[in-house]
C-alpha cells in the first residue's frame, strides 16, 4: 500500500521561511505528475505548485516568486520550499501525487494524498 507524508509545517512567524517534505513509502515504482495543495479553514483546497513528470513546474500567483517546488523522482520525495511566508499562508498543506498523468490539471487525477501538514504563520 503506497502512503504519502506530508514533513515540515510548523508555527512560523510572518517573513520566516518552511521547507516541507513529501515521502512515499510501500511499493511504487515511480509517480508522474506531483503537487502541493492547501486549504485554509473554511476555503476550499487550493493547487499551491505543481510538477510534471518531466520536471515543467507551475506555481500558483498567489505564492510565486515565494515558494518552489523540486522533487527526486527516483526517491518518490517531493519538497515545497516557503519563504516570505505571510498569514494568508496559513493552511493546510497537502502533497499529492499521479501514476497515471503527465500534470495534475484536476484534484481528481491524483491517485495518492498525504494527510497533510499544518503551517501556521503568524507573529
Known amino acids: 500500500q503506497v502512503q504519502l507524508v506530508e514533513s515540515g509545517g510548523c508555527l512560523v512567524q510572518p517573513g520566516g521561511s518552511l521547507r516541507l517534505s513529501c515521502a512515499a513509502s510501500g511499493s511504487i515504482l515511480s509517480f508522474n505528475a506531483m503537487g502541493w495543495y492547501r486549504q485554509a479553514p473554511g476555503k476550499q483546497r487550493e493547487l499551491v505548485a505543481r510538477?510534471?513528470?518531466?520536471?515543467?513546474?507551475n506555481t500558483a500567483d498567489a505564492v510565486k516568486g515565494r515558494c518552489t517546488i523540486s522533487r527526486d523522482k527516483a526517491k518518490n520525495t517531493m519538497w515545497l520550499q516557503m519563504n516570505s511566508l505571510r498569514p494568508e499562508d496559513t493552511a493546510v498543506y497537502y502533497c499529492a501525487a499521479s501514476v497515471r498523468v503527465d500534470i495534475l490539471r484536476y484534484e481528481s487525477q491524483s491517485d495518492y494524498w498525504g494527510q497533510g501538514t499544518q503551517v501556521t504563520v503568524s507573529s
Open positions: 510538477i510534471t513528470g518531466g520536471g515543467s513546474i
